[in-house]
């Protein structure tokens, strides 16, 4: 429940790479376990909605494509 929080958080993905940084820096420096664990999550969740933001920029462009359009409107007709 606590990811469907953070994804319906639109502003949340700009914060993304921040939050990668900070769990390298955090694994960096750690020197127990629990730090090193914790690291891990921001690290983990910094490339989970870093890579949705570059995905969501990257529809975007393709939603204006005649030619993605064409494609899709295929392959919905003809379907494998």
Known sequence: TFVVVLFSIRQF?????????????IEMGSKTKKTRYISMVLIGFGFI???LHLMVDQA????N????????????QNAL
């Open 60 to 63: 975007m462009l393709l939603k």
């Open 13 to 25: 993905s700009q914060y993304a790479l921040l939050i990668l940084v900070l769990g390298v820096l």
């Open 49 to 51: 909605f870093f890579g």
């Open 65 to 76: 494509s005649k030619l993605f359009l064409e494609i899709i409107q295929f392959l919905s």
